[in-house]
Each structure stands twice: as C-alpha cells, then as structure tokens.
C-alpha cells in the first residue's frame, strides 16, 4: 500500500504480491494478506482515493459506525459544556438584573417622597377631567422640566382649564391673556412707564405681566404679530426680558398655549419651535362623555381646589404639600441632569429617528438641533422622577409627543420608537460577527501546532469572548426591560401603558430568545476553540452555521478545510514525508487516522464541488 501526503490531501495505492489494484473514489478494499507499502505520487490533484484498511486485521482500527459515534460524543460533551455555561450566564444575568433593580430601587428610595407628591398632584390635577390623564402628566413634566407645552384643538376641550390648574399647583405668579390679531405688546409686557418715558428712558411696568410670572397661559397664541413675536421668542428661550437699557431676567417656569389650529406662515416656525411638548386635544370619546356629565352634575370640580379665579400677579390657592415652587422645580432639573446618565443606544435611537423622518416622511419632518437637546434633557427629568438612574430606550416614547410637525405624524413616530425599541439592530451585526469568528474558528482549530496557528486561535478566543460579553450585557438590558414594563414611567398614562406593553412585551421576549440563541452559540464556539475540537465535530454541532460559511465565504477559505490532514498528523505539516515505513510501527492507527481525514475531506468536497 502506498500513502502520500500532498497540499491538496492524502491518496493511497494499494500493491500486493499478486498484482496491483487500484482503489476507486470512495470505494473500500480490504485485504487478507500482507501488503508492502511504499510513496506513489498521483496523477491528478483532483484523485480522491478512500480509505484503505490494513491487512492485518482489524485490531486497534475503528469501524465507521465506531468512529461516527466518536464524534457524536464529542459534540454532545461540546455541547454539554456550552449548556453548563450557557445556564451559569443566565443565572448571573438574572442576578444582575436583580441587583440592578436593587439599585433603582434605592434610587426610587431617594425621590420616593417627590414621587408621592407629583402622583397626588397628577390626581388633583384630572380630578373632574374625563380622558385628559395624558394632558395632565405632559403639562406636569414640562413645568419640572422648565419647558413649554402647547395644546392644540377646537373651542371647549378644557385647553384653558389645564393651564390654569398648574398655575394653582405651583406657589407663583400667574399670567393669563388671550391673544388676538390685533393685540399690541402691552398687553403681554406691561404698559410703558410716563414717567420714566419724562426721563427720557423707554421701560414697561412688567409686575403683574408675562416678564414676572412663573406660570402662563396664553389661548390662541399664534395670532400674535410681529410686535409681540421677537419678544415673546427670547422671554421662551432665553427667559429674559429686554426693558429699556437692561435686560431682566424672566422667573417663567412653564408656557401654556393653547391654539385651535396650527400655525400657517413660516414666521410662526420659530414660535411653534419653541414649544417642546406638543399635544393635541380632542373631544370627549362618546364612551367618557356620560362620566364627563355625570361630574358637572354633581359639581365635583368643586372640592378640588382647583376652582376660582385670581388676578393677574395674585398668589395661587395652597395646594397643601403638593405645591411646587420655582426653586423646587430649579432644583429637580437640577438633579435630574447632573445623575442620569443617557446611554449610547438612546443617542443613537434619537440619531436614527431624525433621519427617519427627514427621509422615509412625505413630507419630511424638519427637526431642530435645540428641540432634539431639549429633547435629552426632558428625558433625564421623566427618568429621574420615576426613579430610574440612567435614560431607557422606553423613555424615549415620550418623543412621539416632542418630534412631530403635523398631528398625523404622531402615530409613525409611535411605530418607529416601538420597532426600535423591540427589534435590535445589534443582533444583526451580532449575527454577522459569529458568521465571520465560526469561519476563522474552524481554520484555526483545524491548523497545525506552529507558533502562527497558535496566535490565529488566540484571536480568535478574544473575539468570541468580547461578543459573549457584548450579548451579556444585552440579555441584561433585555431582562431589565421586561421586568419594568411601562410602568416603571409614571409620565405615560396608564390606558398608554397598557396598548404599548400589549404590542412591545410580546417582542421583547421574541428579541430575548433571539439573543439567547446566538449567546449560545458563541459559547458553543469559544469552548470549541479552548479545547481545539475537530472542526469536523464544530461542523457537526452548528451545522446551519457551517452551511453558511460553505455557501458564502470565499474559495481561499474553504478549500484549505477540504484538504486539510486530520488532528492526529498536526504536529508536522507532512508526517508521511520523512516516514516511508509506515506500517512498522503501528499501521493500523495510521490507517485509522486516514480514514477519518478522508471521510472529513469526502463531506468537504460535496459542499465544495456545489461552489
């Protein structure tokens, strides 16, 4: 019998005493007597002989079946060891979870006496309101945020009575004025001083006007004029005033406005932009509308304290300990920006969505770079508030109510929050580096033992180490939000919370599951290449993985791991070169270590020829 190890695989020519025959592709011969052996090269690179058994009998050598069962057995204890860590990694990643809402708990600990506050100001704020939980909880978060909300919709939906329950809520001045085409600035800024205007000096009298208040609410406030708008921009943005000579600073917690239809030229854009929560007001649902009759018939605003009037500049009624003052407020901004962190996903997330609507709307959605900041910052307010120390892709369903330009837009906005909040880009990328570490791996871990192998396999190891980590640290993120649900923000309405965590729980678990597979299969191939097990065994064990990489990986890449000599014959690039006596020793080895190379490389040129 003669062996020959060649770049493109082993072949084998048997001669014995009586003659020579020649073995066909994949065809066995066993022969009864005792073959000489010595190296015949072949004819053609393209020759695949199969694997010839020793003569002398078949003590030591294992049978097909034997061998097949040897490599099954190899990748169930593969796969047993990847399932022991797999089960260890969940259990640390549910004890993560649990630590971190030990941590947010704590933190809830912390504002846990804010919390009961603005819940029993969110209850006296909707008492004797039917469907207006959402307004009420926008209007409160803008005022602790220090921002602007504007309420748009017809004549009679309680636009009015919103802006001025806040005013009662919060210890301050309180500024109400309706505007029209013809109203002139003194009507917002006060009346120009005489006697100042005796001295020569151009100042108003603003005590008692929109300069000194800390609530407003202006109803129909995009008839102002040109007159009124430059003013109005900077006392929104900047919260100053410029009164003659000086420039005053404006104690303005919170801006309501109110319109009843939006804004039609493009000098009102500037305004419109100033106003980060934006909220359309409908009418009562013909379901609330007997609820809504039967509180009028029993005077139930009544009680409140929420009812009665005050003068422009007049002190509001005591609210008791749910009043919130201008410093408190200062104060939770404050807070809330300087300790809750905004990871890289929500920036991203934010990122995404500008581009979203800037090129997938018709027409596009312009989005300011200062409404997007301000964005970030009213985010940090909602998290804090709720408890939370860091920023959550949840949170950002409050962009739905801050991005868009036309109330229609608000649903798409919705849907694009909810997909991404769901559905993961990261497991793609994920996906496409395991595709790329499994064909590295089975090249790796089927090379020989140089020094340049070694290295190869090292890198390998860190890769898929660094992606085990990485989809860790996702599972963790994943397991935190379905834990807390929408509930963990109390900004979002209860009748919100229920419609989103019908459609985003299901999901969730859906991008769990997904995630915990290709978790699975990263520790499957990390411990295959810890223990350097047969690629064979590692093709055995991800087979879907290994279809893949046959089907898309370059020609370079798989035809080496067609061709390659079998683990036992590593420790030298061509064992049979310097060994023309192969059988003196221990033949029937050899021809078994044959053998299971050529079966290895009978499955690799299949998949090859069908490239």
Excluded at 176 to 199: H, I, K, W
Excluded at 397 to 421: G, K, M, V, Y
Aim: with cysteine; hydrophobic share 40%.
């Amino acid at each position: 019998m003669l062996l020959a190890s060649t770049p493109t695989g082993l072949y084998i020519h048997v001669q014995a005493a009586g003659g020579v025959r020649n073995t066909r592709s994949f065809a066995f011969v066993r022969l009864k007597a005792p073959s000489r052996y010595s190296v015949h090269a072949p004819r053609s690179l393209r020759s695949h002989v199969d694997v010839v058994r020793a003569a002398e009998g078949s003590g030591g050598v294992l049978t097909e079946n034997e061998k097949e069962q040897s490599r099954k057995a190899q990748g169930a204890q593969l796969k047993d060891t990847a399932r022991k860590e797999m089960d260890a990694l969940v259990e640390q990643i549910n004890q993560q979870s649990k630590t971190q809402g030990e941590k947010g708990a704590a933190t809830d600990d912390r504002v846990g006496p804010l919390r009961i506050r603005l819940h029993r100001a969110i209850e006296v704020m909707q008492q004797g309101l039917v469907e207006r939980d959402t307004e009420v909880r926008l209007l409160l978060l803008a005022a602790l945020s220090q921002e602007h909300i504007l309420y748009i919709g017809p004549p009679g939906t309680a636009k009015s009575e919103l802006g001025r329950r806040l005013s009662r809520l919060c210890a301050g001045t309180f500024f109400e004025r309706l505007l029209t085409r013809f109203s002139v600035p003194e009507e917002l800024f006060g009346p120009l001083s005489m006697r100042a205007l005796e001295d020569d000096r151009y100042v108003r009298q603003t005590e008692g006007y929109l300069p000194t208040a800390n609530v407003a609410f202006v109803d129909e406030i995009f008839k102002a004029n040109s007159a009124i708008l430059n003013t109005l921009l900077t006392v929104l943005n900047e919260r100053l005033f410029d009164n003659g000579t000086k420039r005053e600073l404006v104690p303005l917690l919170c801006l309501v406005g109110a319109s009843n239809e939006l804004p039609e030229s493009e000098e009102l854009d500037a305004l419109y932009d100033r106003f980060l929560i934006r909220r359309q007001v409908s009418q009562v649902s013909d379901f609330g509308l007997p609820a809504m009759l039967a509180a009028a018939a029993d005077n139930s605003l009544a009680g409140t304290g929420l009812i009665g009037s005050s003068n422009n500049g007049g002190a509001p009624e005591s609210q008791e300990s749910i009043a919130l003052t201008f410093d408190e407020c200062q104060q939770i901004r404050q807070e809330a920006l300087n300790t809750v962190k905004v990871p890289i996903e929500v920036r991203q997330l934010l990122a995404d969505l500008r581009t979203h609507l800037r090129e997938k709307l018709e027409p596009p959605v312009y989005v300011s770079d200062r409404r997007l900041v301000k964005a970030i910052g009213l985010m940090q307010v909602a998290a804090y508030t709720s408890g939370k120390d860091s920023v959550s892709l949840l949170d950002c369903l409050l962009l739905e109510h801050i991005l868009w330009q036309q109330p229609d837009q608000q649903a798409r906005i919705t849907d694009f929050l909810l997909s991404q909040s769901s559905e993961d880009d990261g497991l793609q990328s994920a996906d496409y580096i395991l595709a790329s570490i499994f064909g590295r791996a089975c090249a790796a871990i089927g090379g020989d033992q140089t020094s340049d192998s070694a290295v190869k396999r090292e890198s390998v190891l860190q890769e898929a180490t660094a992606l085990r980590e990485s989809l860790t640290d996702k599972l963790i993120s994943l397991k935190g939000s379905q834990g807390n649900g929408i509930g963990g923000n109390m900004w979002i309405s209860a009748d919100e919370s229920e419609a989103i965590s019908a459609t985003l729980l299901p999901k969730l678990k859906k991008t769990w599951r997904a995630h915990e597979d290709l978790l699975f299969e990263a520790i499957t191939l990390q411990v295959a290449v810890g223990q350097q097990v047969d690629p064979v065994v590692l093709a055995d064990t991800a087979p879907a993985r290994w279809s893949h990489f046959v089907r898309n990986a370059p020609m370079d890449e798989v035809r080496p791991l067609a061709t390659q000599q079998s683990s036992s014959f590593r420790a030298q690039a061509n064992p049979f070169q310097n060994r023309p006596n192969l059988v003196s020793s221990n033949p029937a080895q050899y021809l078994a270590d044959v053998d299971s190379h050529l079966e290895t490389m009978r499955k690799r040129k299949g998949k090859t020829d069908k490239l």
